[in-house]
């Protein structure tokens, strides 16, 4: 039977974990912590929550006792869970939103009362152009140097909060999709599975702003509204910038929340 993770005072309930692929291009082992974390981070296992024994968790995945043990021990060291002598692996009581794996994904917008809030991006548009000299600055590539565009808006709860604009080097991602349907909504994901490219770290500006009348249109604001400017470069395993980003936020009805370990 399918189990999840339980307080440690209350038997196992159903699991909701889907059984995994192993013919997938990216190793098991991310691919089930990524479904552990995100039960996490969104709250379905909550601090004081212990998992299952490994075992029981490999045969609801359907992969290797040995996978699973990998993907606990990335989540402690990333300090989502913990292991406790005589109880088992435990959600720590401060998740920390804001590692690296999940900053594309989930990103720094929180709710009022500082819960982590899921978006669901829409693509405004794609497309390939040269670069201009901001991006080629921060990109570290000669201006008008050929580079993806991508503009999407993040929704969260039917409204828009945030439009983000990256650029990043055609000759690093050849193929990527240039329509709309196919653009892939985790890049962090699509940049390690297509390019072999992981996001090590991400350099931040931030800036107060008044929104411009695109931002307006996007984020559905009135005038005058503030914003927030966010300026970001990703870096790769090998310290070379990769994407560079614009991002414009309405923080009406959220945070931004910076948590540092």
């Not at 974990?17 to 912590?33: C, H, M």
């Not at 580079?147 to 604009?165: A, F, K, M």
């Not at 966010?230 to 009805?253: H, K, L």
Request: charged share 25%; glycine share 6%; hydrophobic share 40%.
């Amino acid at each position: 039977m399918a189990r999840t993770l339980t307080r440690a005072s209350e038997p196992a309930p159903p699991s909701t974990l889907d059984r995994l692929d192993d013919s997938a291009a990216t190793p098991l082992y991310e691919i089930v912590k990524r479904q552990l974390s995100q039960k996490i981070l969104f709250g379905d296992w909550g601090p004081g929550t212990v998992l299952p024994a490994e075992v029981a968790l490999a045969k609801d995945l359907g992969v290797a006792v040995g996978t699973v043990r990998h993907a606990l021990l990335e989540l402690v060291r990333e300090g989502l869970v913990s292991r406790r002598r005589g109880i088992g692996t435990v959600v720590t009581s401060r998740t920390h939103h804001h590692n690296l794996a999940y900053y594309f994904q989930y990103f720094r917008l929180h709710g009022k009362d500082e819960s982590l809030q899921h978006s669901q991006p829409r693509v405004v548009s794609v497309g390939i152009q040269p670069a201009d000299e901001r991006a080629a600055q921060k990109l570290q590539i000669a201006s008008g140097t050929p580079v993806v565009r991508l503009h999407r808006v993040r929704v969260v709860d039917g409204r828009p909060v945030i439009h983000d604009t990256y650029f990043f080097d055609v000759r690093r991602t050849p193929d990527f999709p240039m329509t709309p349907e196919k653009v892939p909504g985790r890049l962090h994901i699509f940049f390690l599975e297509r390019y072999g490219v992981r996001v090590t770290a991400v350099r931040e500006l931030l800036t107060a702003d008044i929104a411009n009348e695109e931002d307006r249109e996007l984020l559905e604001l009135e005038h005058p509204s503030a914003v927030l400017g966010i300026e970001d470069v990703a870096f790769d395993q090998a310290g070379a910038p990769v994407i560079y980003s614009v991002r414009r936020a309405s923080t009406e009805n959220h945070l931004y929340i910076n948590e540092i370990k």
